[in-house]
Structures are given as C-alpha cells and as structure tokens.
C-alpha cells in the first residue's frame, strides 16, 4: 500500500472519530436538556435553559437624576438577556410603568420620585413588585405588579393564575376583615380593583394594596396573603343543581354538598326538620325548609332571599344567592357553560383581628 494512500486512511479513520466523538456530545446535550418553549409574538423559541430568578437573570439600574425639575431616585430592576428574549416584554413593561409614574408625579409638581422593587418566582411565574413614592408637600407610595410565565411568555393576571372564584373570595375576607374592625381598616373600601397588584411565590398569592385603600396611610403598602393550599373549591355542573322555573332563571344548589365541601358542618335535625351549620363545633346558621327566614345566629338575625329552602328527593336546595347574603365567606363564580366553582378560605376569628 502506497504512503498516501495508508495516510488517507489514517485522516479518515481520525474524522470518523471526531464525527463520532461530536455525535455522541450532541446525543448528550440533547437527552440531558429539555427545552422548555414558550411563544413571542408569532415565533416559536426553543429555551434550553432552566431560568434561576433573580440572581443571573435580573440587574438593576440606580436612579440618581434630574429631569426637568423632578428627582429620580432610587433603582428600577433591569431583565437582563440570559432570559432569553423575556427581557424585552419585560423592561417594555417597566418602561411603560416607569414612564407613567413620572408623568402623575409631574401632575401633582412632585420634587423626588423614588423608584424600589422586589422580584419573587415561583415556577413558571414571575412576580414583579414595584413601588413609586411621589413626594412634594406630602408623599404618596403606589404599587404596581408585573406577572409573567415564563414558560408561555404572557403577561397574567390574578384570575389567569387562580381563578376568578379565588379573587372574589380574597375580596369577601377583606370586607368581613373590615366589618370587624372598622377602626383599624378603612370603612370606605372600595373592593379589589379588576388590576390590583398581586405576586405568587411558595403557593401563595399575595394582593398588594396601595396607600389609604384598605388601611391609613401611615401603615403604607399593605399585602393580603392566602395560601392556596387551604383554599376549598367544589365545582357543580348543570345537572348537579336545578333551575327554578320562571322568568329569573333562579339556581338552587344542594346545600350539605357545598357545604361541607367548603369545610363546614351541616347537621339535619329531623325533630325540628331543621338544619343547622356550624364551623369549629360553633353553630353559625339555621336554615328551616320551606321557610324564607335564614338565621346568622351569632349576630341574631333572619334574611329572606328569593325564595325558602326546598327539599327535592332526600336533598334540601337553597338559592344561590345564600352564598352572598347568608355563608358569607364562599365565593363563586359562573363560567360560560353554566358550571358554578365554589370556593372557601376557611380561618378562625384570630385571623380578621
């Protein structure tokens, strides 16, 4: 065999090698990662790494300039391109908060606007909580929220992230929070804004509530957390409840199934053919079929709804407005196929003071 030829051997006996060598790299990487994908725009991106916010993913920008006679202070958090191309919705949004902030502060002929944030992540979703304090005469601190998946590249909502049932039933613990402590809370609450700021780490949902709108001011930016571990949901189809005939359509839900499904206690009393709700062994509500008089008793008092509990079969059924006027601390909602979802965040006296 010829010199050239055995040294052509040898370079390729040595690139089948390397190719060899480069397969088996590639099969590696490839079976060790598994991209997550989420959508931009109309374009499909593969992203092949597991994001660990906010260490290498979030840099941030010191605030410490004059614009046109109002002060910037402080620091605006910065999504940096490890995050792939995340960082660009992202820092618009910021933008877009940061730019509106100095324009209300403008309105008010505000001196400083102080600028702080916090980030906090729980797979797949991004929380962004960020605070601006206008400060003329006085001040004023505001919160906004930013929450993303990371893994779908959207921007969420609270209802996106847990339901609206879940929202509605935060909105209710507020108000009872209220009512017994009119002193400590603000009396004109208004309820949860449709944008109120929220953030999610470690399976709790966190709402944020600015200056003066659920407490005095002097308390600032005040946070309402719920764990969503001791959330209770029970969802009726349409054949689980029944439509009482006429012009309103009126629906009648079995009461014990809710009920105890939220955590509750329902007790027959067949002497009486009464029944009688309680939580933690405390007797709350009486309920009489046939008669429209339902009774809170811890605050002695009867209301009539639409219409008296009904008994169907062995199943007693009460409108569903007993919901929001009587068992107060159930929330529910109504989705477009007519499904109802009840929810409940059950808690001992201790935790409205």
């Not at 605030?63 to 620091?75: D, F, K, P, Q, S």
């Not at 605006?76 to 502060?105: T, V």
């Not at 929380?127 to 006085?138: E, Q, R």
């Not at 949860?192 to 709402?207: D, K």
Request: proline letters at 5%; a negative charge; aromatic letters at 10%.
């Amino acid at each position: 065999m010829s010199r050239v030829k055995m040294c052509n051997n040898k370079i390729s006996i040595w690139l089948s090698i390397v190719a060899l060598l480069c397969a088996m790299l590639l099969f590696g990487a490839f079976i060790q990662t598994s991209p997550n994908q989420f959508t931009y725009g109309n374009n499909l991106t593969e992203y092949t790494r597991t994001p660990l916010w906010p260490d290498d993913m979030v840099d941030y920008t010191d605030l410490n300039i004059r614009v046109e006679g109002l002060e910037l202070e402080g620091r605006i958090p910065l999504i940096n391109q490890n995050a792939g191309l995340l960082h660009i919705r992202i820092n618009a949004e910021i933008n877009r908060i940061r730019a509106n902030k100095i324009a209300d502060a403008r309105s008010i002929r505000a001196r400083t606007l102080t600028f702080d944030y916090e980030i906090y992540f729980s797979d797949p979703y991004l929380s962004i909580i960020l605070t601006s304090t206008a400060a003329s005469a006085s001040s004023k601190t505001e919160v906004v929220s930013i929450n993303f998946n990371v893994n779908s590249g959207e921007f969420v909502s609270a209802t996106d992230v847990v339901g609206s049932h879940v929202v509605q039933l935060a909105d209710r613990l507020l108000v009872e929070m209220i009512r017994r402590n009119p002193e400590r809370y603000n009396p004109n609450f208004t309820g949860m804004q449709a944008a109120q700021p929220f953030s999610i780490t470690n399976n709790e949902i966190t709402f944020w509530f600015n200056e003066f709108q659920l407490t005095p001011g002097i308390e600032g930016i005040t946070p309402l957390s719920l764990s969503l571990r001791n959330i209770n949901e029970e969802t009726l189809a349409p054949n689980d409840y029944h439509v009482r005939p006429g012009g309103f359509n009126l629906k009648m839900v079995p009461v014990r199934r809710i009920v105890e499904a939220m955590g509750y206690r329902l007790v027959w009393h067949p002497e009486t053919r009464s029944s009688t709700i309680h939580f933690n062994d405390e007797l709350i509500i009486e309920i009489i079929p046939e008669v429209n008089d339902y009774l809170r008793s811890e605050q002695r008092f009867t209301r009539s709804l639409e219409t008296a509990p009904v008994i169907i079969g062995t199943t007693m059924y009460v409108p569903i407005s007993f919901f929001d006027q009587i068992l107060s601390l159930v929330a529910y909602t109504i989705d477009n196929n007519n499904n109802i979802t009840f929810a409940s965040y059950l808690v001992t006296d201790e935790w409205f003071e």
